[in-house]
């Protein structure tokens, strides 16, 4: 990944810890999208989680409450989590970046993909979030995920399903962002792509099991 002029590295603190990072990353003015959003969203779940799921950005909802997965595409993800049998609180979540990204449409702010510029800016705090929680597993939930997390452009469809490793993790897997299953129009298409999603998690839940065995 190139070199940045600005990034986050500029502003971690000295000592990591999720408290200290969440404090310092509030402040964080590593690339320009602090400016249209509402706040910084941080990760969130326990230190030592077994699986950190990243996702892409905070949305409109999450940019408000200033918490991560709290919308829709969370609310997927929790029903999700619950039909694999994975307990929530063995999971962190966050995303690879931490500013909410929009456009006008009307009077909505439009969700839009943040840059590649924007996705290194941001990801020593995603950095400092894997090295302080350690999980056994890491979950990019869709391509800008993945692209921060291995550190380059990537193709989901050819990363997906399938344990990897990358310099951050032992295990990594590539899944689709939950706001994609939403995305379909068609409502069978949603279903199935829903239930792909499911078979994903429970077969990252099957290989945490068995490396626990
Ligand atoms: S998106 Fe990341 S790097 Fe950019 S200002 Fe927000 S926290 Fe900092």
Redesign the pocket.
Known sequence: MRRLDR??RS?LPTHLSLPQLRQS?AG????D??KHATR?VFGEGVARSSIMFVGEQPGDQEDLAGHPFVGPAGKILDKALVEADIARRDVYVTNA???FKWEPQGKRRKHKKPSST?IA??RP?LEAEIQVVKPRVIVCLGVTAAQSVFGKAVRLNELRGRPLSTPLAAIVFVTVHPSAVLRHPDPLERTREYQRFVEDLRSIREQLRSKAA
Do not use: D, I, P, R
Request: proline share 0%; net charge neutral.
């Open positions: 990034s986050a502003f990353a964080c003015t590593g690339c999208l602090y910084t970046v931490k500013h924007e800016a941001c705090w």
